[in-house]
């Protein structure tokens, strides 16, 4: 494929939603232009590909001048006379410059922009939308996803103010992307109305999120809950609630300090308590309930609530094949979070999905919380058929992007391409407890 021989790469240093520095990257083919911008999260798996900072005062050490350097001085030379439209080819030459086994050479951040740029390039040569040439990469047949949406921001996206991460909601009984963007907007109006009513200031978690003034988690499970039915929703009708509990982010060696409520728990404890909300919340859906370096408790939890809700592996899978084929040998899981950024390119992203598949895992393409206006992801959740994406809230531009590009290229799919209700519809959906909190 002639036309989409690399000729140039080139990089900058830009800026993502949090007001810190992140690398662009710019891939020319014979053909035409890709760009990607490489998203930072702030709650990271210890196993994830590492960003490369410059460190030091400037910019509290956050520069990536060394990274944009790497991507001029190193990645340049090495990939330029490659084929675009030879992603697995391209990335393996980042790899084998790197090296190293979590990207700390070129940096994370430099090789997920020059490897989503190359993706964009190859697609530009082709003359086709990034999320067809993703579906042909990868031989599946394209859907529009489910989204997966935050209410409440929580954990290291505001400031811990509340343990638990992300309060979200899904609506797997919409019909239509675009009808389930809209419950979800009325069911973010709602929670605001509510905040404001008890007399809270109204500000947003780095996701766009409601910012967390709660004496307990519970109290944000309950306060969701009501927003939902403020909404003119039946909670566990067609819509559920989806937690990012993070517990890497409080829990160390089968302990969990549970820092709002000032109580410590076993993981014994840990594992009772969430069982008390999935039997009392219509929860569908459970990210991290245990910490990265707890796989016995991991284990426990998915044998205990695996066939009623559907429990993701973030920060202990981080986007890796090897990983994800551990734990559906021990029994952990029985979903995966996708982010291009954690594994470094997009072929080892790919190759994530698909250990996924073989294992019967389900899985979501996921934004970082460090975020920026490029909407590869968009494109890779539709292509991959993923059925899921998880970008965060319905507010802050940097996420209403990646939303939008959803509706646009909706446009140019059947109305049945949407997943709807399935894959969860007819199992952890179906099961879920209706509770109203109506008195």
């Known amino acids: 494929m002639t036309g989409s021989i690399i000729t140039k790469v080139q990089a900058r240093r830009v800026w993502d939603s949090r007001g810190n520095p992140t690398v662009e990257v710019e891939v020319a083919t014979t053909s035409g232009m890709g760009r990607a911008i490489a998203p930072a999260g702030a709650s990271r798996g210890t196993r994830e590909a590492s960003d490369l900072r410059d460190g030091g005062t400037k910019l509290a050490g956050m520069d990536v001048r060394v990274a944009v350097s790497n991507v001029t001085t190193l990645i340049a030379p090495a990939l330029i006379g490659l084929d ?25 951040n430099a090789m997920v922009a020059t490897s989503l740029a190359v993706l964009n390039a190859g697609a530009t040569a082709k003359a086709v939308p990034l999320w067809q040439h ?21 954990g290291a996206h505001a400031g811990r103010r509340v343990d638990v991460q992300d309060f979200m909601v899904m609506v797997p009984g919409a019909s239509r992307f675009e009808e389930s963007m809209e419950v979800t907007s009325e069911i973010y109006r709602a929670a605001g109305a509510i905040m404001k009513q008890r007399g809270h200031s109204i500000g947003v978690a780095d996701e766009g999120g409601w910012w967390p003034v709660f004496d307990s988690n519970e109290q ?80 426990a939890f998915t044998q205990a609530y695996g066939d009623r809700v559907q429990i993701i592996g973030d920060d202990y899978l981080v986007t890796n094949a090897r990983l994800v084929s551990a734990a559906a040998k021990a029994g952990a899981c029985n979903a995966v979070l996708i982010k291009v950024n954690q594994a470094g390119t997009v072929t080892e992203s790919l190759q994530c999905m698909a250990t996924a598949r073989e294992a019967g895992y389900r899985s979501i393409v996921s934004a970082r919380s460090g975020e920026t206006e490029d909407t590869s992801i968009s494109h890779l959740s539709v292509g991959l058929n993923a059925g899921q994406l998880k970008v965060g809230s319905i507010t802050r531009s940097e996420r209403m992007a990646k939303w939008n590009e959803v509706l646009r290229i909706a446009e140019a799919l059947p109305p049945d391409a949407f997943v709807g209700g399935a894959p969860l519809a007819n199992t952890w959906w179906g099961r879920t407890r209706h509770v109203s909190t109506n008195q």
């Open 84 to 108: 675009a439209g030879d992603q697995a080819s391209v990335d393996a030459a980042l790899i084998a410059l790197d090296g190293t086994p979590l990207k700390s050479r070129l940096g994370g």
């Open 220 to 299: 944000a499970l309950d306060t969701l809950m009501q927003a939902i039915e403020a909404a003119g929703e039946t909670p566990g009708d067609r819509v559920v609630i989806s937690l990012d509990i993070a517990a890497s982010e409080f829990g160390r060696n089968g302990r969990y300090r549970l820092a709002l409520e000032n109580r410590d728990l076993d993981r014994d404890q840990m594992i009772d308590l969430l069982g008390r909300w999935i039997d009392t919340y219509p929860i569908a859906s459970i990210e991290d309930p245990l910490s990265e370096d707890d796989p016995e408790g991991m284990v």
């Open 134 to 154: 993703v579906a042909e990469m990868s031989g599946q047949t394209p859907s529009i996803p489910l989204p997966e949406i935050q209410i409440f921001g929580g």
